[in-house]
């Protein structure tokens, strides 16, 4: 048995095609399962933001959610890849492979791993109004800049939402969205736009409901 310092280090895992220079927006989650919104806010983050490509981050479990009956992670990506169906649109589970618990550790570990990246984290707005629950919040603000896109029912939530106040003065228009990748932390910006009504919990309970 290996003690505790010869243990093999654990390998890198494979990234999608990056170089120095692209920028690159990431968004992260179960993806339990993808659909058409995820999809809807990624092409929303090429074209605003003149991004080179979109990363689905497919986490191994958020740890703010019960993880049980929770397919692997490899799975949900496939799933995933059909759904996104477009070549600036990429799946990774490369984060499983990392082996971070938390968001803030992952983008992190990205931007050693890819000097010279321009990296935006993506996000709904059905997301913003707990984000102070993730740990580490405010490092994600601090560690790249932020794209918030318009989900129904949380417009109005996300302007007095405990990051939205926190980062008030990082807030950037929306009509200057092509210069957020380029903009220093904390810089952040919210999208309005077309909305879809689809999330995971939804079709997980559609489904449920078939069965």
Sequence with gaps: MLGRRDRMPRPSP???????????????GSFD????AHRMISLAALRRLGLDSVWWLVTPGNPLKNTKGLAPAAARAAK????????RI?????EEGFGTRYTRQTLALLQRRCPGVRFVWLMGSDNLPGFHRWKRWSDIFG???VAVFDRPGSTLKTATSRAALRFASARKPETAGRALP??????????????????????????A???
Excluded at 80 to 86: L, M, S, T
């Design 14 to 28: 494979p990234l999608p095609p990056h170089g120095r220079g692209m920028r690159i927006g990431l968004l992260g």
């Design 33 to 36: 399962p993808a659909h058409a």
């Design 80 to 87: 995933a890849r059909q759904v996104a169906a477009h070549p």
């Design 90 to 94: 990429r799946v990774t589970t490369a």
């Design 143 to 145: 560690l790249m800049p």
């Design 182 to 207: 380029q903009a220093a932390p904390p810089a952040w910006a919210f999208f309005h736009g077309p909305r879809s009504t689809m999330s995971s919990t939804r079709i997980r309970a559609d489904l």
């Design 209 to 211: 409901a078939r069965h």
